[in-house]
């Protein structure tokens, strides 16, 4: 999955999930969020750019460097030290930071530690682990972001539809409804890239069936088969992509008999 553009648009979107991240209450959270500004910055002298900075609105507040770390990298520790220093040298030697790393899993942290002890050890680099994360019941809709960018393709389309559901009745402000549910299609799309955007948006519902080409084109389809409008052609699309039938009736949340019923109208068609 490419992860840089997921994490950058949630924590631009909803950046008080950094601070629940960090252990911090949801109310402390959202405090420390307006706090701060959150940039992804490019450090031409080194080529880099890091994930995340969150940049203190007034003083006495540390920088907060972040990076996210899905592969095996051993340098990742010194490459992170390297843009936080060089983005103090630039801009205020003397400015308290904290850098974090999350890893999708332990296993790709680093095995050789040493030359970074004292920073880990006094919490000026400090490491989390994705695949570890405890999954709180009733969790902030940044927080349950995360959670889904960890789970199972089987199980990610309906943990999806039920954060839409979320954050169309918890998310006021229309801009940043439509920023929270976009991104979560966009981790579904990641996640099952063999589907087009318009399946994914059929399957996570996030408009209306009517709206959308899919169902124009399979309104007589499914009147044939005495099918709810629209269900047969997407059964069908599914299975082009080589989805099992038991995967098509548990993603688009009909009977299996159903999906075997279409399915075999189409083959004997």
């Given amino acids: 999955m490419v992860t840089d553009p997921l994490f950058y648009r949630l924590f631009e979107t909803s950046p008080e999930t950094f601070f629940l991240l960090l252990g911090m209450s949801a109310d402390l959270a959202r405090e420390m969020a307006a706090r701060y500004d959150y940039q992804a910055i490019e450090f031409k002298e080194t080529s880099h750019r890091v994930d995340g900075v969150f940049l203190p609105k007034e003083p006495g507040l540390p920088l907060y460097f972040l990076e996210v770390q899905f592969y095996p990298l051993p340098s990742v520790f010194a490459d992170l030290l390297v843009k936080v220093y060089t983005y103090l040298k630039n801009h205020d030697p003397g400015q308290s930071f904290c850098a974090v790393v999350l890893f999708a899993s332990r296993s790709l942290e680093p095995a050789d530690q040493a030359p970074y002890r004292p920073l880990l050890e006094t919490g000026l680099i400090r490491r989390f682990y994705l695949d570890e994360m405890t999954e709180l019941a009733n969790a902030p809709l940044g927080l349950s972001i995360l959670y889904l960018i960890r789970q199972t393709e089987s199980l990610a389309p309906e943990m999806a539809r039920n954060l839409i559901v979320r954050a169309k009745s918890e998310i006021g402000d229309e801009g940043s409804r439509a920023d929270l549910i976009e991104l979560i299609e966009t981790v ?21 069936i009517r709206d959308t080409r899919v169902y124009q084109e399979a309104i007589e389809e499914g009147k044939a088969l005495g099918l709810k409008e629209g269900i047969a052609l997407a059964i069908a699309k599914l299975a082009a992509k080589k989805m099992q039938a038991e995967e098509i009736a548990s993603t688009l949340e009909v009977d299996i008999q159903l999906v075997h019923q279409v399915l075999k109208g189409r083959t004997s068609g």
Avoid at 190 to 207: A, D, F, P, T
């Fill in 188 to 208: 579904i799309i990641y996640k099952l890239s063999r589907l087009s955007r318009e399946e994914i948006q059929i399957m996570l519902q996030v408009h209306d």
